[in-house]
C-alpha cells in the first residue's frame, strides 16, 4: 500500500512559479504527475524512474517543469517556472512499479490533488 499526499499550490500570477510536493509513504517505483481541469481529462505532466536518472514531460510543459525526487526524505517535487494561464488545474501524484509512464492506467495509487490556479 502506498500513500500520497500533494501539498504546495496555490494561486500564483501569470508567469510565476510554484513547487509542488509529493510526500511517499510506501515502496515507489515510478512517480508521475498529472493535472485536471474543471471538465477535462486528467492529464500527463511529468514522470520520474526511481533512481531519477530517467524523466519523461508533457510537450505543454518541456522545459517550464522539472520533476525530481529525494527518496531519503521519500519526496517527490515538481518545479513549475513561467506558468501559464492554461497550466490551472488540479495536481495529482502518483505512483506505480513499472517506472517512467505517461498513461493514467499505468498508476496504482493517486494522492488527493492540490489545486494550482494561474492568475492574469
Known amino acids: 500500500q502506498v500513500q500520497l499526499v500533494e501539498s504546495g499550490g496555490g494561486l500564483v500570477q501569470a508567469g510565476g512559479s510554484l513547487r509542488l510536493s509529493c510526500a511517499v509513504s510506501?515502496?515507489?517505483?515510478?512517480m508521475g504527475w498529472f493535472r485536471q481541469a474543471p471538465g477535462k481529462e486528467r492529464d500527463f505532466v511529468a514522470a520520474?524512474?526511481?533512481?531519477?536518472?530517467?524523466?519523461a514531460y508533457a510537450d505543454s510543459v518541456k522545459g517550464r517543469f522539472t520533476i525530481s525526487r529525494d527518496n531519503a526524505k521519500n519526496m517527490v517535487y515538481l518545479q513549475m517556472n513561467s506558468l501559464k494561464l492554461e497550466d490551472t488545474a488540479v495536481y495529482y501524484c502518483?505512483?506505480?512499479?513499472?517506472?517512467?509512464?505517461?498513461?493514467?492506467?499505468?498508476?496504482?495509487?493517486w494522492g488527493q490533488g492540490t489545486q494550482v490556479t494561474v492568475s492574469s
Open positions: 502518483a505512483s506505480n512499479d513499472v517506472g517512467v509512464a505517461k498513461l493514467t492506467t499505468e498508476y496504482d495509487y
Open positions: 510506501g515502496r515507489a517505483y515510478g
Open positions: 520520474i524512474n526511481w533512481s531519477g536518472g530517467r524523466t
